[in-house]
């Protein structure tokens, strides 16, 4: 499935590719994530469905480098022929040059064990061809370094829109922070999620929830100040 976000916007939602969200943004003819392992085709399939070719895809950028964001991206980059981008952190991850890393409470080691056990493991590995860092402009893209959930994850804020990985969940009742089981630091991914109130956003596309399209800016302040990330005169 694949919607578009908000009014003529350029800006896709493509749904099965796993449990997290796929984004195309045609006017950057950009993939933002990749999905699960195995769901290349049906990223191609849903990219068909609005008139782009694999060929036409210019890059695929990656938020970081868990197995359900990056596990279908050796397959997608052998069809599409784009350029693979992440951050410089996370980039060896991908490449599978480093071994990732548990979390460090004791729930995410088991819940890390337990995926390990399922093959998730086994995920192809694929070199970045573009290490980026924070502040980088990758066409129309603003790369923002946002690390804790991953030690290199990161945002992309495009006009109005910002890309948010697994920053937090932008649920339709509360925003709220990642389950931490998931999460590698907390306290740095709380930072970070204080760090991204500076910018300028109106819609949210994260990746396990839908786009929150209305006052999104004003959402993750009012998480921030919830976990007390935000400073008071």
Request: charged letters at 20%; aromatic letters at 10%; proline letters at 5%.
């Amino acid at each position: 499935m694949i919607f578009q976000v908000g009014d003529k916007s350029g800006v896709y939602c493509i749904e099965n590719a796993g449990s997290a969200r796929v984004y195309y943004v045609a006017p950057e003819a950009t993939l933002i994530d990749a999905g699960l392992p195995g769901k290349a085709d049906k990223i191609i399939s849903a990219l068909a469905n609005i008139g782009v070719q694999p060929l036409q895809v210019k890059r695929i950028i990656l938020t970081h480098h868990h197995y359900d964001h990056v596990g279908s991206v050796w397959e997608l980059k052998r069809r599409t022929g784009a350029p693979v981008f992440a951050h410089h952190r996370d980039a060896e991850y991908i490449a599978g040059k480093r071994v990732r890393r548990p979390p460090r409470q004791l729930s995410g080691r088991i819940m890390f064990s337990l995926i390990n056990l399922f093959g998730v493991r086994n995920v192809p590995s694929v070199e970045v061809d573009r290490r980026l860092n924070d502040g980088d402009r990758i066409g129309g893209f603003t790369i923002i370094h946002t690390p804790g959930h991953t030690p290199g994850h990161i945002c992309l804020l495009w006009n109005e829109y910002l890309f948010t990985g697994d920053l937090f969940q932008a649920n339709a009742g509360a925003f709220s922070e990642t389950p931490h089981v998931f999460t590698a630091d907390v306290p740095t991914s709380r930072m970070s999620i204080r760090a991204i109130t500076q910018f300028d956003f109106q819609v949210v596309c994260s990746a396990h929830h839908a786009p929150y399209v209305f006052g999104a800016a004003e959402r993750v302040r009012e998480l921030a100040n919830q976990l007390g990330m935000v400073e008071h005169a």
